[in-house]
């Protein structure tokens, strides 16, 4: 078996902290500790390497590897002479955060706005169902703005949308001023 990667009490809470939050996203927490443990880990690591780190089933750590390449956040690589698999996370934070917001979009956006655009489109044919329809609709015309305004953040550079997420209250004072000069033209 091969040796734990030693980690430092800091690290060690955040893996374990990273778990429990994943838990609250709806992702497995195994597949979660995993995904820090390579985030911080300094090299790639062999799946014995997080097995005996993590103190976890191998089963469970070919299953999470799977689920995390599946989303893109991790990639496979071999030393030259060696079998093993190695593993790592990316290291773009941004770019990560860029990579997960697509895959959420794709699985947990894309079919909700399906359902909410026939659902709306169906109720729209029925009288009895106006409060429904309404209701519904204002739920589409949100998840539609939304989507929007991702769809225009997917063009935007990281550096981009590091700057105007950094803006905070100035954003919020540059719309109120364009509020108001819209309001008086």
Same mark, same amino acid.
């Given at each position: 078996?091969?040796?734990?990667?030693?980690?430092?009490?800091?690290?060690?809470?955040? !893996?374990?902290? #990273?778990?429990?939050?994943?838990?609250? #996203?709806?992702?497995?927490?195994?597949?979660?500790?995993?995904?820090?443990?390579?985030?911080?880990?300094?090299?790639?690591?062999?799946?014995?390497?997080?097995?005996?780190?993590?103190?976890?089933? &191998?089963?469970?750590?070919?299953?999470?590897?799977?689920?995390?390449?599946?989303?893109?956040?991790?990639? !496979?690589?071999?030393?030259?002479?060696?079998?093993?698999?190695?593993?790592?996370?990316?290291?773009?934070? #941004? $770019?990560?955060?860029?990579?997960?917001?697509?895959?959420?979009? /794709? &699985?947990?956006?894309?079919?909700?706005?399906?359902?909410?655009?026939?659902? !709306?489109?169906?109720?729209?044919?029925?009288?009895?169902?106006?409060?429904?329809? /309404?209701?519904?609709?204002?739920?589409?015309?949100?998840? $539609?703005?939304?989507?929007?305004?991702?769809?225009?953040?997917?063009?935007?550079?990281?550096? $981009?949308?590091?700057?105007?997420?950094?803006?905070?209250?100035?954003?919020? /004072?540059?719309?109120?001023?364009?509020?108001?000069?819209?309001?008086?033209?």
């Amino acid at each position: 078996m091969a040796d734990a990667i030693p980690l430092s009490p800091p690290l060690r809470r955040f !893996v374990q902290h #990273w778990g429990e939050m994943g838990t609250r #996203w709806g992702v497995n927490r195994t597949v979660a500790q995993i995904h820090a443990l390579l985030y911080v880990a300094p090299h790639p690591l062999t799946a014995d390497e997080i097995q005996t780190t993590l103190r976890i089933a &191998r089963s469970n750590v070919s299953t999470s590897l799977r689920e995390l390449q599946g989303w893109g956040i991790i990639r !496979v690589s071999r030393d030259l002479g060696d079998r093993k698999d190695r593993f790592e996370s990316m290291r773009d934070v #941004w $770019e990560m955060f860029r990579v997960i917001a697509e895959e959420r979009k /794709r &699985r947990e956006v894309d079919p909700t706005l399906a359902v909410l655009r026939e659902s !709306v489109a169906e109720l729209r044919r029925m009288p009895s169902e106006r409060e429904a329809t /309404r209701r519904l609709g204002d739920l589409l015309d949100l998840m $539609e703005t939304v989507e929007a305004a991702y769809q225009e953040m997917r063009t935007t550079s990281a550096a $981009e949308i590091r700057t105007l997420l950094k803006l905070r209250g100035s954003l919020r /004072r540059l719309l109120r001023l364009g509020l108001r000069r819209s309001a008086s033209a």
